[in-house]
């Protein structure tokens, strides 16, 4: 019974995403790198390499993706967020791994993690920390996946030690002192982390430090 409910499950997204045309089918397979989900804004720099779609073209994609039920919406007073039951992006990220260029769509996600990061960085420190702090809670996910993936499939240490040491005061905010310790540690094992420039590595090591002091770790 299990078997057959997966095939049938199978053949549905099968015929599903044999609707779409090639254009929305990669725009499709490149959503699958959002954990957690995404905006708007944040697919039309994700899924839109070369630029040559604009934000309405992205929009009307997610339209015919929601449609077709590949893809969730959810509409609030903060705006329209959208994303992917975990079956579906299982699948989505089954079409990412055949094409040339998924690790350039990894890599542009993680890209996009690191710009929220250091914007986020000062404006927690001001009149918009609320925001702020809203916005994180909401790409929490998405940042965890790309501090994952540039420590553990990329290895790039530049990229996870940037992201260590912008997230520091969003960790302090929401008492993820474990979380970033953690993200911390890896990132400065990296090969190529004792190289980085003395700002960078400075900053993961005061990341490291904080997250550890508060969790009354102070021989580490």
């Known amino acids: 019974m299990a078997l057959s409910h997966h095939r049938t499950l199978q053949a549905a997204m099968d015929w599903s995403h044999a609707l779409l045309e090639p254009a929305q089918q990669a725009v499709f397979a490149s959503l699958s790198v959002f954990r957690g989900g995404w905006t708007l804004d944040a697919a039309t720099t994700v899924v839109n390499p070369r630029r040559t779609l604009t934000r309405e073209p992205v929009a009307e994609t997610l339209i015919r993706l929601y449609e077709k039920s590949l893809i969730t919406l959810e509409a609030s007073e903060s705006g329209t967020r959208y994303g992917m039951l975990e079956t579906m992006r299982e699948y989505a990220l089954d079409r990412l791994s055949r094409t040339s ?46 501090l994952d993936w540039a420590i553990d499939e990329a290895g790039d ?64």
């Open 101 to 146: 260029w998924a690790a350039e769509a990894r890599e542009r996600h993680a890209r996009w993690c690191l710009d929220l990061a250091e914007a986020s960085d000062s404006a927690l420190r001001s009149g918009e920390q609320l925001a702020w702090l809203a916005r994180l809670d909401a790409e929490h996910a998405n940042l965890r996946a790309a």
């Open 157 to 220: 240490a530049e990229l996870a030690a940037r992201m260590v040491g912008a997230l520091r005061v969003y960790w302090q905010r929401r008492a993820h002192y474990r979380e970033g310790n953690d993200y911390a540690a890896r990132a400065l094992a990296l090969p190529g982390a004792a190289r980085l420039p003395a700002p960078v590595r400075g900053r993961a090591l005061l990341s490291a430090g904080i997250t550890a002091f508060f969790q009354a770790r102070y021989r580490d």
